[in-house]
């Protein structure tokens, strides 16, 4: 089977994500203040959805800075693919061989905080829908990245989404290894 996913596929989401990883995204405030979780998680927003844009991708930035997204195609029912942009401290920096905000490439493998959680997952989504839309494919959904800020903390940025948009009505969460993430902690709700 031949790859859709072409050189300059690649060579594009390696200088997209690095762009990404080069933003120091931590949470540096408590939710109350504008942008709500600092401005370089503000920057981090902008960034991933310029590079959707650039994709092809209808953008929306939350007017307060709690989230964003990107939508691709037409139809009834809105596939969900949720992102986030924040990332947890780098602690002690002479531990890191790299520099943790410059996603450096070492043997085939991007190091750098953010590259495998969530900055690197998600912009292999994006170029995986941008490889199969320049392939020739078309949906009958919608597909919406929904790109998160504060998941490391507390998630608020879900929940201001969730009280001001349109749910899923399915999705994913681009976030672990291979095959399958198949549980994500608060993804239950009982009463």
Same mark, same amino acid.
């Given at each position: %089977?031949?790859?859709m996913i072409t050189e300059l596929h690649k060579?594009?989401?390696? &200088?997209d994500l690095q762009k990404l990883i080069a933003? +120091?995204? =931590?949470?540096? +405030?408590? /939710? *109350?203040?504008? !942008?709500?979780? /600092?401005?370089?998680?503000?920057?981090?927003?902008?960034?991933?959805?310029?590079? $959707?844009?650039? &994709?092809? %991708?209808?953008?929306? $930035?939350?007017?307060?800075?709690?989230?964003?997204?990107?939508?691709?195609?037409?139809?009834?029912?809105?596939?969900?693919?949720?992102?986030?942009?924040?990332?947890?401290?780098?602690?002690?920096?002479?531990?890191?061989?790299?520099? !943790?905000?410059?996603? =450096?490439?070492?043997?085939? =493998?991007?190091?750098? #905080?953010?590259?495998?959680?969530?900055?690197?997952? *998600?912009?292999?989504?994006?170029?995986?829908?941008?490889?199969?839309?320049d392939a020739g494919f078309t949906f009958n959904? #919608?597909? #919406?990245?929904?790109?998160?800020?504060?998941?490391?903390?507390?998630?608020?940025? %879900?929940?201001?989404?969730?009280?001001?948009?349109?749910? !899923?009505? %399915? /999705?994913?969460?681009?976030?672990?290894?291979? !095959?399958?993430?198949?549980?994500?902690?608060?993804?239950?709700?009982?009463?």
């Open positions: %089977m031949n790859s060579k594009e989401s390696l &200088l933003i +120091s995204s =931590v949470n540096t +405030s408590d /939710g *109350t203040t504008n !942008p709500p979780f /600092g401005q370089e998680i503000a920057n981090s927003l902008a960034e991933v959805l310029a590079i $959707s844009k650039s &994709l092809g %991708m209808v953008t929306y $930035s939350d007017p307060e800075g709690f989230y964003g997204y990107a939508d691709y195609g037409q139809g009834e029912e809105l596939v969900g693919i949720l992102c986030h942009l924040d990332v947890v401290p780098e602690g002690d920096i002479s531990l890191w061989e790299t520099n !943790p905000f410059e996603g =450096v490439v070492k043997d085939g =493998v991007i190091y750098g #905080r953010g590259s495998q959680d969530d900055k690197g997952p *998600t912009i292999a989504a994006l170029y995986a829908l941008k490889a199969v839309v959904k #919608r597909i #919406r990245f929904i790109f998160g800020t504060d998941e490391e903390t507390l998630w608020r940025c %879900m929940d201001h989404y969730n009280l001001n948009e349109e749910a !899923p009505t %399915m /999705g994913f969460v681009p976030d672990g290894v291979f !095959p399958l993430t198949y549980a994500e902690k608060g993804c239950c709700k009982l009463s």
